[in-house]
């Protein structure tokens, strides 16, 4: 039985239909197939994203030397770790990104996915939106030891609930 190398229309074609970002790129960087659910994902094209460097493209920040990530993808084949990436309009988005070494006949080629995971990751809710005034508000209690002052905050918040709403609402049971 004779085991057949895949070409890059082969990686592409298995791609094209993925759920997640997908990307095929030469070990430059270049993007050689750029997938429907990246467009979606990055808000870019594919004839944008065509033979554009992936990494200057995305504004790519990596969480070591990229040297050391390709030094690693050579030696083993492959590559799996978080990067933060740059939509167009400037929103950063935290994602978890596979990188796979396809050696062919064609040349040596990277299947790189990245799924992003901003919106799942609580460390990395500044990334995507600003804060909100309460969570401002929490954060800085927070960084200057002042959690305790918490519990009083809410009794006044839920008082103040009270007082406004449960004259005017027959559900809620007013106290004796």
């Not at 992936?54 to 978080?82: A, D, M």
């Not at 600003?130 to 009083?152: A, D, Q, T």
Request: include cysteine.
């Amino acid at each position: 039985m004779t085991v057949q190398v895949p070409t890059h229309s082969t990686i592409a074609r298995a791609c094209a239909h993925s759920l997640t970002a997908a990307m095929l790129r030469d070990l430059d960087g270049n993007i050689i197939f750029w997938n429907r659910a990246a467009e979606r994902s990055y808000r870019i094209s594919e004839r944008k994203a065509l033979g554009s460097v992936s990494h200057v493209l995305l504004h790519t920040v990596f969480p070591e030397p990229l040297s050391e990530i390709n030094r690693q993808l050579l030696k083993t084949g492959k590559w799996t770790g978080e990067l933060i990436h740059t939509l167009p309009d400037g929103q950063k988005v935290k994602v978890r990104s596979s990188w796979e070494l396809a050696a062919e006949d064609c040349g040596a080629c990277v299947i790189e996915t990245n799924t992003n995971f901003t919106d799942l990751d609580p460390q990395s809710a500044h990334l995507g939106k600003p804060l909100s005034l309460s969570e401002r508000f929490i954060r800085i209690l927070l960084e200057h030891k002042l959690w305790w002052i918490i519990p009083f905050i809410f009794l006044l918040l839920v008082a103040e609930f009270f007082t406004e709403f449960a004259p005017s609402n027959p559900m809620l049971p007013l106290p004796d």
